[in-house]
């Protein structure tokens, strides 16, 4: 969420920043709210105040011996019209409240112009695209004969779901202890577990509530309760009400888990295949740091999960996400696109966001500044290292041969009990 002071201080200067999201905020019915919540806030304030003097004067009236009957009808009637005052007062704060939680975050200065992932911009590439002497294999075909099976999953759920059974099983599970180890051992994050359900405040927090619940899997027998679309939601909700010492600044977590997304308005894309499931398994790097570190985090989370990709010799992109693409609550958001021969083309394996203050004060996530003694709100940064699924889509294909088989990438074999092909 936003800090309001911004709209008070300079609205013109929000609208202009949210016209560039294409985000139409309708700056006159905002003003026209704020005006009634300063009108009745201060008629509040003003019958309060006369409430109060009028209950002191009881008690002179009384100490003098004077007839006090009018002087409380006086406070009974002022009283009442109090009552309806800050009820009115709550109402308009409550609609306030309702049109803030509908605005995106503000986009950093950096972020380009544009209305879709054509207009994002490539900051770097790495690695070198493979070329194959054979007609290259997606992963459903690689998949077939080696443990993928889609059917299955759809007798035991439905579409958008797979079976991994065997070698790929274990290769998917390799990745993953990979990536754990990795983030843990040189990059310096606490290993963190935690449910993979959630209550609607945590999802409030990190902002998929109330704006995304038709992306969300709710669960039935319990109104409050979510499956997570990513760890980023319990993970950074650890800090939520928290007032995080100075001392254990910054926090960084990693945390594996499964998520869950409905896919909702996203029927008719990447049907075939593990790219678009309603479950899989990510890897999540977390940091919660003071605003001066925000940037610093950012770029060290995104190398972090670039390392991944280097170990595991994958061609990869650096793309900034243009205006139009950056999500709802990021400031400034980095992908990190894998190459893919099954598809060729180059495809998200991960996102790496800043959110400054814009989760925190939804969260009332803060820390204690030592040089001023206050609390300030903490900037979260969290990012993929990296989605499991598309990680072993990336392995089967960049590594398969003209037999069909996989070979396995030389850093996931001490995963593997030295295996080094999947036939």
């Not at 099954?342 to 500044?369: H, L, T, V």
Request: proline letters at 4%; one cysteine or more; charged letters at 25%.
């Amino acid at each position: 969420m936003l800090d309001p002071r911004l709209f008070r201080s300079d609205l013109e200067h929000v609208k202009q920043q949210l016209d560039r999201r294409s985000y139409a905020f309708d700056a006159i019915a905002y003003e026209a709210l704020e005006s009634r919540r300063k009108d009745v806030q201060i008629k509040t304030q003003e019958l309060q105040n006369e409430k109060n003097i009028s209950a002191k004067s009881i008690g002179l009236a009384k100490a003098k011996g004077d007839d006090i009957k009018p002087l409380l009808d006086q406070v009974q009637h002022l009283g009442e019209q109090l009552k309806t005052a800050e009820t009115e007062l709550s109402e308009i704060q409550q609609e306030m409240t309702v049109l803030m939680e509908a605005i995106p975050n503000i986009l950093d200065e950096i972020v380009p112009a544009g209305k879709s992932e054509d207009d994002n911009v490539e900051i770097s590439c790495w690695g070198k695209i493979p070329e194959f002497s054979f007609p290259v294999k997606d992963h459903v075909d690689l998949g077939e004969s080696k443990g993928l099976d889609f059917e299955l999953a759809a007798k035991i759920t439905s579409a958008r779901f797979a079976v991994l059974q065997g070698p790929l099983a274990r290769l998917q599970r390799a990745i993953i202890q990979l990536m754990l180890n990795t983030h843990i051992e040189e990059h310096g994050y606490s290993e963190t577990y935690v449910p993979f359900l959630v209550n609607a405040d945590s999802l409030y927090g990190t902002g998929q509530l109330p704006k995304f619940e038709a992306d969300l899997f709710k669960v039935n027998n319990d109104p409050d309760f979510y499956l997570i679309p990513t760890a980023e939601v319990p993970v950074t909700n650890i800090v939520r009400d928290v007032i995080v010492d100075a001392k254990e600044m910054p926090l960084k977590f990693v945390c594996h888990t499964p998520c869950f997304r409905s896919e909702a308005g996203a029927y008719g894309r990447d049907v075939r295949g593990m790219i678009r499931q309603h479950q899989f398994e990510k890897v999540e790097m977390v940091q919660i740091v003071s605003a001066k570190d925000s940037e610093k985090a950012h770029e060290e989370l995104t190398n972090h999960a670039e390392n991944i990709l280097k170990k595991l010799n994958l061609a990869y992109r650096k793309v900034l996400l243009c205006a139009g693409d950056t999500g709802f609550s990021s400031s400034k958001t980095y992908d990190l696109e894998v190459w893919l021969p099954g598809q060729n083309k180059y495809r998200e394996i991960s996102s790496c966001s800043n959110f400054k203050d814009f989760q925190a004060r939804r969260m009332q996530a803060r820390w204690r500044n030592p040089e001023s003694g206050k609390p300030e709100l903490v900037h979260t940064i969290n990012g993929s290292g990296l989605a499991a699924g598309r990680t072993l889509i990336a392995v089967m294909e960049n590594y398969q041969d003209e037999q069909g088989r996989i070979h396995i990438p030389e850093a996931l074999r001490p995963y593997m009990g030295g295996v080094e092909i999947i036939e």
